[in-house]
T-cell receptor, first 115, second 116 residues
Framework: AQSVTQLDSQVPVFEEAPVELRCNYS??????LFWYVQYPNQGLQLLLK??????LVKGINGFEAEFNKSQTSFHLRKPSVHISDTAEYFC?????????????FGAGTQVVVTP | EADIYQTPRYLVIGTGKKITLECSQT?????MYWYQQDPGMELHLIHY???????EKGDLSSESTVSRIRTEHFPLTLESARPSHTSQYLC???????????????FGSGTRLTVV
Protein backbone atom coordinates (compact mmCIF):
# COMPACT_ATOMS: atom_id res chain seq x y z
CA ALA A 1 0.00 0.00 0.00
CA GLN A 2 1.05 3.53 -0.64
CA SER A 3 2.31 5.82 2.07
CA VAL A 4 2.42 9.59 1.75
CA THR A 5 4.92 11.85 3.48
CA GLN A 6 4.39 15.56 3.83
CA LEU A 7 7.78 16.75 4.90
CA ASP A 8 6.70 19.90 6.73
CA SER A 9 4.05 19.89 9.43
CA GLN A 10 3.89 23.69 9.50
CA VAL A 11 5.06 26.35 7.07
CA PRO A 12 5.05 30.00 8.16
CA VAL A 13 5.16 32.46 5.28
CA PHE A 14 4.78 36.19 4.82
CA GLU A 15 2.04 37.62 2.65
CA GLU A 16 3.03 37.95 -1.03
CA ALA A 17 5.98 35.57 -0.57
CA PRO A 18 6.15 32.25 -2.44
CA VAL A 19 5.42 28.95 -0.74
CA GLU A 20 6.25 25.32 -1.52
CA LEU A 21 4.69 22.35 0.24
CA ARG A 22 6.50 19.06 -0.22
CA CYS A 23 4.87 15.70 -0.76
CA ASN A 24 6.53 12.34 -1.42
CA TYR A 25 4.87 8.97 -1.88
CA SER A 26 6.29 5.53 -1.39
CA UNK A 27 5.86 3.64 -4.62
CA UNK A 28 6.97 4.23 -8.18
CA UNK A 29 3.96 2.46 -9.64
CA UNK A 30 1.57 4.58 -11.67
CA UNK A 31 -0.50 6.82 -9.45
CA UNK A 32 -3.12 9.50 -9.33
CA LEU A 33 -2.11 12.48 -7.17
CA PHE A 34 -4.17 15.12 -5.40
CA TRP A 35 -3.81 18.19 -3.24
CA TYR A 36 -6.67 19.23 -0.96
CA VAL A 37 -7.09 22.36 1.18
CA GLN A 38 -8.97 22.54 4.46
CA TYR A 39 -9.98 25.87 5.92
CA PRO A 40 -10.80 26.05 9.65
CA ASN A 41 -13.93 24.13 10.61
CA GLN A 42 -14.49 22.99 7.04
CA GLY A 43 -14.20 19.82 5.01
CA LEU A 44 -11.51 19.24 2.41
CA GLN A 45 -11.69 20.97 -0.97
CA LEU A 46 -9.87 19.77 -4.06
CA LEU A 47 -7.08 22.15 -5.14
CA LEU A 48 -5.71 20.18 -8.09
CA LYS A 49 -5.06 16.70 -9.36
CA UNK A 50 -2.66 14.83 -11.60
CA UNK A 51 -4.03 11.91 -13.59
CA UNK A 52 -1.77 11.84 -16.66
CA UNK A 53 -0.19 14.09 -19.25
CA UNK A 54 1.71 17.27 -18.43
CA UNK A 55 3.65 16.99 -15.20
CA LEU A 56 2.84 20.60 -14.26
CA VAL A 57 -0.71 20.86 -13.03
CA LYS A 58 -2.52 24.12 -12.36
CA GLY A 59 -5.29 24.34 -9.80
CA ILE A 60 -7.58 26.82 -8.15
CA ASN A 61 -6.51 29.95 -6.27
CA GLY A 62 -3.21 30.26 -8.17
CA PHE A 63 -1.72 26.98 -6.92
CA GLU A 64 0.24 24.58 -9.10
CA ALA A 65 2.03 21.29 -8.53
CA GLU A 66 4.70 19.35 -10.35
CA PHE A 67 4.72 15.58 -10.65
CA ASN A 68 8.17 14.02 -10.60
CA LYS A 69 7.99 10.29 -11.19
CA SER A 70 11.66 9.54 -10.60
CA GLN A 71 11.60 11.29 -7.24
CA THR A 72 8.05 10.11 -6.43
CA SER A 73 7.14 13.65 -5.48
CA PHE A 74 4.23 16.01 -6.06
CA HIS A 75 5.18 19.37 -4.55
CA LEU A 76 2.65 22.20 -4.35
CA ARG A 77 3.63 25.81 -5.03
CA LYS A 78 2.17 29.28 -5.10
CA PRO A 79 4.27 32.25 -6.23
CA SER A 80 2.57 34.82 -3.99
CA VAL A 81 0.37 33.90 -1.02
CA HIS A 82 -2.50 35.80 0.54
CA ILE A 83 -3.70 35.87 4.12
CA SER A 84 -6.68 33.82 2.94
CA ASP A 85 -4.34 30.94 2.02
CA THR A 86 -3.90 30.19 5.71
CA ALA A 87 -5.18 26.62 5.91
CA GLU A 88 -4.23 22.96 6.20
CA TYR A 89 -3.06 21.29 2.99
CA PHE A 90 -3.25 17.54 2.37
CA CYS A 91 -1.52 15.51 -0.30
CA UNK A 92 -3.21 12.26 -1.39
CA UNK A 93 -2.27 9.35 -3.65
CA UNK A 94 -4.15 6.54 -5.34
CA UNK A 95 -2.58 3.57 -7.11
CA UNK A 96 -3.80 3.08 -10.66
CA UNK A 97 -3.83 -0.63 -9.85
CA UNK A 98 -6.50 -0.01 -7.22
CA UNK A 99 -9.72 -0.18 -9.18
CA UNK A 100 -11.61 1.26 -6.22
CA UNK A 101 -9.53 4.44 -6.27
CA UNK A 102 -8.88 4.46 -2.54
CA UNK A 103 -6.90 7.55 -1.49
CA UNK A 104 -4.03 7.54 0.98
CA PHE A 105 -3.61 10.91 2.69
CA GLY A 106 -0.52 12.57 4.11
CA ALA A 107 -0.51 14.02 7.61
CA GLY A 108 -1.09 17.55 6.36
CA THR A 109 0.88 20.80 6.29
CA GLN A 110 -0.38 23.84 8.15
CA VAL A 111 0.30 27.05 6.22
CA VAL A 112 0.22 30.22 8.29
CA VAL A 113 0.38 33.46 6.30
CA THR A 114 1.26 36.62 8.21
CA PRO A 115 1.25 40.24 7.03
CA GLU B 1 -23.26 24.23 -3.88
CA ALA B 2 -22.39 21.15 -1.84
CA ASP B 3 -23.21 17.73 -3.24
CA ILE B 4 -22.51 15.98 0.05
CA TYR B 5 -24.23 17.09 3.21
CA GLN B 6 -23.42 16.48 6.84
CA THR B 7 -25.67 17.30 9.74
CA PRO B 8 -25.39 18.61 12.32
CA ARG B 9 -22.40 20.93 11.78
CA TYR B 10 -21.83 21.21 15.53
CA LEU B 11 -23.06 18.97 18.33
CA VAL B 12 -22.48 19.22 22.06
CA ILE B 13 -23.87 16.28 23.96
CA GLY B 14 -23.61 14.66 27.36
CA THR B 15 -21.75 11.46 28.17
CA GLY B 16 -23.75 8.29 27.62
CA LYS B 17 -26.08 9.69 24.98
CA LYS B 18 -26.70 7.95 21.69
CA ILE B 19 -25.93 10.05 18.64
CA THR B 20 -26.21 9.68 14.89
CA LEU B 21 -24.23 11.81 12.49
CA GLU B 22 -25.89 12.13 9.11
CA CYS B 23 -24.20 12.09 5.73
CA SER B 24 -26.00 12.26 2.39
CA GLN B 25 -24.74 12.70 -1.16
CA THR B 26 -26.63 13.48 -4.34
CA UNK B 27 -23.99 12.33 -6.84
CA UNK B 28 -24.94 8.67 -6.94
CA UNK B 29 -21.48 7.63 -5.74
CA UNK B 30 -21.11 4.02 -4.71
CA UNK B 31 -18.22 4.62 -2.33
CA MET B 32 -18.51 6.55 0.91
CA TYR B 33 -16.11 7.14 3.77
CA TRP B 34 -15.99 8.42 7.34
CA TYR B 35 -12.87 10.08 8.67
CA GLN B 36 -12.08 11.23 12.19
CA GLN B 37 -9.87 14.28 12.56
CA ASP B 38 -8.65 16.12 15.65
CA PRO B 39 -8.06 19.88 15.10
CA GLY B 40 -5.07 20.52 12.89
CA MET B 41 -4.25 16.83 12.72
CA GLU B 42 -4.24 14.11 10.11
CA LEU B 43 -7.25 12.25 8.79
CA HIS B 44 -8.02 8.79 10.14
CA LEU B 45 -10.29 6.50 8.14
CA ILE B 46 -12.77 4.84 10.51
CA HIS B 47 -15.39 3.36 8.15
CA TYR B 48 -16.03 2.94 4.45
CA UNK B 49 -18.62 1.47 2.15
CA UNK B 50 -18.41 0.32 -1.43
CA UNK B 51 -22.15 0.18 -1.96
CA UNK B 52 -25.51 -0.68 -0.44
CA UNK B 53 -25.24 -3.22 2.40
CA UNK B 54 -21.45 -3.01 2.26
CA UNK B 55 -19.57 -1.57 5.25
CA GLU B 56 -15.99 -2.06 6.40
CA LYS B 57 -13.89 -0.82 9.28
CA GLY B 58 -11.10 1.55 8.42
CA ASP B 59 -7.52 1.93 9.58
CA LEU B 60 -8.39 3.48 12.96
CA SER B 61 -10.41 1.44 15.39
CA SER B 62 -13.62 3.19 16.36
CA GLU B 63 -16.51 2.42 18.69
CA SER B 64 -18.90 3.91 16.16
CA THR B 65 -20.98 1.91 13.70
CA VAL B 66 -22.29 2.72 10.23
CA SER B 67 -25.00 1.52 7.91
CA ARG B 68 -25.60 1.77 4.16
CA ILE B 69 -29.21 0.98 3.36
CA ARG B 70 -29.47 3.51 0.54
CA THR B 71 -26.79 4.62 -1.88
CA GLU B 72 -27.09 8.26 -0.93
CA HIS B 73 -27.10 7.86 2.86
CA PHE B 74 -24.25 6.76 5.17
CA PRO B 75 -25.02 7.59 8.82
CA LEU B 76 -22.58 7.06 11.68
CA THR B 77 -23.84 6.10 15.15
CA LEU B 78 -22.31 6.19 18.60
CA GLU B 79 -24.39 4.15 21.04
CA SER B 80 -22.91 5.78 24.14
CA ALA B 81 -20.90 8.94 23.65
CA ARG B 82 -17.80 9.57 25.75
CA PRO B 83 -15.46 12.57 26.02
CA SER B 84 -12.83 10.58 24.09
CA HIS B 85 -15.18 10.72 21.08
CA THR B 86 -14.79 14.50 20.91
CA SER B 87 -13.46 15.19 17.42
CA GLN B 88 -14.38 16.32 13.93
CA TYR B 89 -16.03 13.71 11.72
CA LEU B 90 -15.75 14.10 7.95
CA CYS B 91 -17.79 12.21 5.38
CA UNK B 92 -16.65 11.74 1.78
CA UNK B 93 -17.81 9.98 -1.36
CA UNK B 94 -16.27 9.01 -4.68
CA UNK B 95 -16.71 7.15 -7.91
CA UNK B 96 -14.02 4.70 -9.01
CA UNK B 97 -11.54 5.70 -11.70
CA UNK B 98 -12.87 5.06 -15.19
CA UNK B 99 -12.22 5.97 -18.79
CA UNK B 100 -13.42 9.51 -18.13
CA UNK B 101 -10.87 10.05 -15.37
CA UNK B 102 -10.98 10.18 -11.60
CA UNK B 103 -12.27 13.04 -9.50
CA UNK B 104 -10.97 11.81 -6.17
CA UNK B 105 -13.10 12.32 -3.09
CA UNK B 106 -15.79 14.91 -2.43
CA PHE B 107 -15.97 15.90 1.22
CA GLY B 108 -18.77 17.21 3.36
CA SER B 109 -18.26 20.17 5.69
CA GLY B 110 -17.87 17.96 8.71
CA THR B 111 -19.52 17.55 12.12
CA ARG B 112 -17.66 18.86 15.12
CA LEU B 113 -18.68 16.69 18.06
CA THR B 114 -18.06 17.66 21.67
CA VAL B 115 -18.97 15.20 24.41
CA VAL B 116 -19.13 16.73 27.89
Amino acid sequence: AQSVTQLDSQVPVFEEAPVELRCNYSSSVSVYLFWYVQYPNQGLQLLLKYLSGSTLVKGINGFEAEFNKSQTSFHLRKPSVHISDTAEYFCAVSDLADSWGKLQFGAGTQVVVTP
Amino acid sequence: EADIYQTPRYLVIGTGKKITLECSQTMGHDKMYWYQQDPGMELHLIHYSYGVNSTEKGDLSSESTVSRIRTEHFPLTLESARPSHTSQYLCASSDPPNGRGFSGYTFGSGTRLTVV
